[in-house]
């Protein structure tokens, strides 16, 4: 039953990946001086829209294709003349889901930025660098619409592709970068930031690396690697604990490199290659879409790797991480989506089946037991109970955990996105009350597959007071300003229509002691 309901829960978040999938009909693209811009591989020109600039498809390291697929990245070749950027470049390879139909383009190291329209500011602008989620499997940068953090905020925003599955995360022995080639071009990309965003009116000493969920991770990562000093100055984590446990479900942190190379050696026997006398080039010439196939459906960084010599939580926990400031949180009900997959599965929880879906999700000694006892389900409606579960699980304490262990070395800013109203993201009927679930702050922050965001006017103004807290974040380190709420480093901020409050009840209300106790 755990394999079936993991399969329930990796086609669900397929199905809410489709809910920014889809792209409207194209604005006319308008060009002039100010969208031509030089970078030292050569000149791009980009669009002009109403108040904002964006400069789309860039390449910041060269294809890992033939020889370089499972290569560390390089930089990219210069060309001549203007190259073309006024459209995405393609996804990394994946599925379908976020990216309709899929990808198996493996020319896909590109990223995007979207800067303020108008004349150049007297100063560099802070640079907001954003990697996506999609659990290290499915994303790309292209689906986040940056231009109202970019104009509200007065921010560069630059979204990142790096590689998803086993493309960026296959381990072998004696290949360097094995187990981590997604999160080194990440570093790249950061690197390329340093060395091009003056070019777009941004900061190279002013960075701030941003994601959410699977992107959350990867910050935490970063904020772990040896190889990621000096690349930013702040850290946004959206929905990505970097302390959850490996031993529950729907937490894509990292694994021991040993782990990574078995599932490697698994993989190479799916393709045909394990019995290959050069096992890596035979898996060089297998066909994306058969590697696609053939991956597992989670993936993950590994570990005691040159770039990411610790599990990121150790390291965090003996407090082996980059001093930047950080802000953190997550959402309400981030287990809700993935409890209204089950049930729609066929899965209903109720008194009778409840103690069997906890087992299933939580195959340890004694645990199932003492979660049924402290998350009782009393009506044949027990899909929140199992979403509360989840989220408090895999998400919110993990993040107050990890909050309290940085809060030692660095300012940290805390906060719970809580609109129970929060648009779908998916235009399917769940089974109940969705609440605030996992990645419903996204439309808060950017229109998603480049659609405008369906927000009441109270809804609308909870995204501009995000928007204001996370570019003045950018810009300074600390949220505060003028016009929004006080946010104190004291207490978790609760982000409502209209209702944006302080509160110490979060840990309480989520069981962290009990999760605590459990291990």
């Given at each position: 039953?755990?394999?079936?309901?993991?399969?329930?829960?990796?086609?669900?978040?397929?199905?809410?990946?489709?809910?920014?999938?889809?792209?409207?009909?194209?604005?006319?693209?308008?060009?002039?001086?100010?969208?031509?811009?030089?970078?030292?591989?050569?000149?791009?020109?980009?669009?002009?829209?109403?108040?904002?600039?964006?400069?789309?498809?860039?390449?910041?390291?060269?294809?890992?294709?033939?020889?370089?697929?499972?290569?560390?990245?390089?930089?990219?070749?210069?060309?001549?003349?203007?190259?073309?950027?006024?459209?995405?470049?393609?996804?990394?390879?994946?599925?379908?889901?976020?990216?309709?139909?899929?990808?198996?383009?493996?020319?896909?190291?590109?990223?995007?930025?979207?800067?303020?329209?108008?004349?150049?500011?007297?100063?560099?602008?802070?640079?907001?660098?954003?990697?996506?989620?999609?659990?290290?499997?499915?994303?790309?940068?292209?689906?986040?619409?940056?231009?109202r953090l970019a104009t509200r905020g007065d921010v560069v925003v630059v979204t990142v592709n790096y590689r998803l599955g086993a493309l960026g995360f296959l381990a072998r022995s004696r290949l360097p970068g094995s187990g981590d080639f997604g999160l080194a071009d990440q570093q790249a990309a950061l690197r390329w930031v340093h060395a091009e965003i003056r070019a777009f009116g941004g900061d190279p000493h002013n960075v701030t690396l941003a994601g959410?969920?699977?992107?959350?991770?990867?910050?935490?990562?970063?904020?772990?690697?040896?190889?990621?000093?000096?690349?930013?100055?702040?850290?946004?984590?959206?929905?990505?604990?970097?302390?959850?446990?490996?031993?529950?479900?729907?937490?894509?942190?990292?694994?021991?490199?040993?782990?990574?190379?078995?599932?490697?050696?698994?993989?190479?026997?799916?393709?045909?290659?394990?019995?290959?006398?050069?096992?890596?080039?035979?898996?060089?010439?297998?066909?994306?879409?058969?590697?696609?196939?053939?991956?597992?459906?989670?993936?993950?960084?590994?570990?005691?790797?040159?770039?990411?010599?610790?599990?990121?939580?150790?390291?965090?926990?003996?407090?082996?991480?980059?001093?930047?400031?950080?802000?953190?949180?997550?959402?309400?009900?981030?287990?809700?989506?993935?409890?209204?997959?089950?049930?729609?599965?066929?899965?209903?929880?109720?008194?009778?089946?409840?103690?069997?879906?906890?087992?299933?999700?939580?195959?340890?000694?004694?645990?199932?037991?003492?979660?049924?006892?402290?998350?009782?389900?009393?009506?044949?409606?027990?899909?929140?109970?199992?979403?509360?579960?989840?989220?408090?699980?895999?998400?919110?304490?993990?993040?107050?955990?990890?909050?309290?262990?940085?809060?030692?070395?660095?300012?940290?800013?805390?906060?719970?996105?809580?609109?129970?109203?929060?648009?779908?993201?998916?235009?399917?009927?769940?089974?109940?009350?969705?609440?605030?679930?996992?990645?419903?702050?996204?439309?808060?922050?950017?229109?998603?597959?480049?659609?405008?965001?369906?927000?009441?006017?109270?809804?609308?103004?909870?995204?501009d007071t995000m928007i204001d807290y996370w570019a003045r974040f950018a810009r300074t380190a600390d949220p505060n300003g003028p016009s929004s709420p006080h946010w104190s480093r004291q207490t978790v901020l609760s982000l409502a229509p209209d209702h944006i409050v302080p509160t110490r009840t979060a840990q309480s209300r989520h069981h962290c002691a009990f999760w605590d106790t459990l291990g």
């Amino acid at each position: 039953m755990h394999r079936l309901l993991t399969t329930v829960c990796g086609a669900l978040l397929a199905v809410l990946a489709t809910a920014w999938s889809a792209v409207p009909p194209e604005e006319p693209v308008r060009q002039d001086a100010a969208t031509t811009v030089r970078t030292h591989a050569g000149l791009v020109g980009g669009a002009a829209h109403d108040g904002y600039r964006t400069f789309e498809g860039i390449p910041y390291a060269a294809p890992p294709v033939g020889r370089m697929r499972w290569a560390l990245p390089r930089r990219a070749a210069p060309w001549s003349g203007v190259r073309d950027a006024t459209r995405p470049a393609s996804a990394c390879p994946q599925p379908a889901g976020e990216v309709s139909g899929g990808s198996t383009d493996e020319d896909c190291l590109h990223l995007n930025v979207t800067t303020p329209g108008g004349a150049g500011p007297a100063r560099p602008r802070p640079v907001l660098v954003w990697l996506h989620g999609g659990g290290f499997t499915t994303g790309a940068g292209s689906s986040y619409d940056g231009h109202r953090l970019a104009t509200r905020g007065d921010v560069v925003v630059v979204t990142v592709n790096y590689r998803l599955g086993a493309l960026g995360f296959l381990a072998r022995s004696r290949l360097p970068g094995s187990g981590d080639f997604g999160l080194a071009d990440q570093q790249a990309a950061l690197r390329w930031v340093h060395a091009e965003i003056r070019a777009f009116g941004g900061d190279p000493h002013n960075v701030t690396l941003a994601g959410e969920s699977a992107g959350g991770y990867s910050v935490c990562a970063q904020l772990t690697s040896p190889a990621a000093t000096g690349l930013f100055d702040r850290a946004i984590i959206e929905s990505g604990p970097c302390t959850g446990s490996r031993d529950r479900p729907f937490a894509p942190s990292s694994i021991p490199l040993s782990t990574a190379r078995a599932a490697g050696a698994d993989l190479a026997a799916r393709v045909g290659c394990g019995s290959a006398l050069n096992v890596l080039a035979c898996l060089r010439r297998v066909h994306v879409s058969r590697l696609l196939a053939a991956q597992d459906t989670d993936q993950q960084p590994a570990y005691s790797t040159p770039l990411l010599p610790s599990d990121p939580a150790a390291a965090i926990a003996a407090g082996r991480f980059h001093r930047v400031p950080v802000l953190i949180g997550v959402n309400h009900d981030e287990g809700n989506g993935w409890a209204a997959g089950i049930v729609q599965a066929g899965h209903p929880v109720t008194p009778g089946t409840w103690s069997e879906i906890v087992a299933a999700f939580f195959p340890f000694p004694g645990q199932a037991k003492r979660i049924a006892r402290e998350y009782p389900v009393h009506s044949t409606d027990g899909g929140p109970v199992f979403g509360a579960v989840i989220g408090d699980a895999d998400f919110a304490c993990p993040t107050a955990h990890t909050s309290s262990l940085l809060v030692a070395h660095v300012p940290v800013w805390r906060y719970e996105f809580a609109d129970e109203h929060a648009p779908p993201l998916t235009s399917a009927t769940p089974p109940f009350p969705l609440g605030a679930p996992h990645a419903s702050e996204l439309p808060y922050l950017f229109d998603l597959g480049g659609r405008p965001r369906n927000l009441t006017a109270a809804q609308h103004r909870l995204a501009d007071t995000m928007i204001d807290y996370w570019a003045r974040f950018a810009r300074t380190a600390d949220p505060n300003g003028p016009s929004s709420p006080h946010w104190s480093r004291q207490t978790v901020l609760s982000l409502a229509p209209d209702h944006i409050v302080p509160t110490r009840t979060a840990q309480s209300r989520h069981h962290c002691a009990f999760w605590d106790t459990l291990g």
